[in-house]
């Protein structure tokens, strides 16, 4: 709980030092008199919420997140495993995704107006060219850093490719694919505004620019906010299904209490008067540190 009302505290802290400087026109060298207050927005973002251009922008803008991140999810892994397997694959598809890697996603708009029959197609190939590449990198550097002893206990006992593949591979990369797809998902949310803002007819990044165009500054930053909350709910989601999905991982514990060492138990004396040495601390689940080794390696 101590946690969560720190959490709330600092965005607490920041929205009040937000309406501090802009209700007093502070202007510094920062000019945050041409901002609205945090009383406008909350204004502006309550007459958003009655009315249903705002529902439906945000369905949209959700639809596309969804179809292109869940087409580079499985575009990515697919492609980061078989290039980190096969050398014959890397050879072959290795240059061309290098050379494309480094352009932005959303200098891809011209392509995908040309491409694409409609717009919305173009954007939803926008949204999955930006998640595809953080999900190829993080599924091929998981996949190669696999200790290859898992694959030979695989062959020595019999297990073919289609074994390996779905005892060893897949499971050992799954924290390094979900470190991709929690990369991937916010670099979507990026490219689909923009995506939006350029070419879209609906959904959040479209509003948040015609807003702009009107000068309605209150307006611009209700679809940032909305942005920024969006985003922030779907790497949650995210992260919690890695967590879900990893749970065979050793985990840290944040407890502090559990970070101070204790003091050693002092030794204790025998009948000849010579000291036994203390034992050995016991493990949370009562086994001792041998134990606990030999468990970790079966």
């Known amino acids: 709980m101590r946690r969560y009302a720190l959490r709330l505290l600092s965005l607490a802290s920041a929205l009040g030092l937000w309406q501090a400087l802009t209700g007093l026109n502070v202007d510094l060298w920062l000019r945050f008199s041409q901002f609205p207050t945090v009383a406008d927005v909350a204004r502006a973002f309550a007459a958003r919420l009655s009315g249903p251009d705002y529902w439906t922008d945000l369905t949209d803008s959700l639809t596309r997140i969804l179809t292109g991140f869940l087409l580079a999810a499985v575009l990515g892994v697919a492609t980061g495993v078989l290039v980190a397997r096969s050398r014959l694959a890397e050879d ?21 107006i040309l491409l694409f029959p409609s717009n919305e197609q173009g954007i939803v190939f926008i949204t999955c060219t930006a998640a595809f590449f953080p ?8 996949v190669r850093a696999l200790t290859p002893v898992w694959e030979e206990a695989v062959l020595t006992m019999g297990g073919g490719r289609w074994r ?14 979900f470190g991709g797809l929690s990369v991937g998902i916010g670099v979507s949310w990026i490219c689909v505004i923009s995506a939006e803002m350029i070419s879209g007819q609906y959904g959040v990044g ?10 309605d500054y209150p307006g611009v930053f209700v679809g940032m906010a909305t942005i920024g909350v969006l985003g922030w709910l779907t790497s949650t989601a995210v992260e919690l299904l890695g967590r879900r999905l990893t749970r065979w991982l050793p985990r840290t514990a944040y407890d502090p209490a559990a970070r101070t060492p204790r ?10 008067g010579q000291p036994t040495p203390a034992a050995p601390p016991a493990r949370p689940g009562g086994a001792r540190p041998e134990e606990a080794r030999d468990e970790h390696l079966v």
């Open 206 to 215: 479209y509003r948040t620019w015609q807003d702009y165009t009107v000068v």
């Open 92 to 112: 072959l598809l290795g240059p061309v995704l290098e050379v494309i890697r480094p352009v932005p996603a959303i200098a891809l708009v011209p392509v995908a």
């Open 164 to 177: 390996i593949l779905g005892s060893v591979v897949l499971p050992g990369a799954l924290p390094g694919v």
């Open 263 to 272: 003091p050693p138990r002092p030794a204790r004396l025998t009948g000849g």
């Open 135 to 142: 999900v190829l990198v993080s599924t091929r550097h998981a």
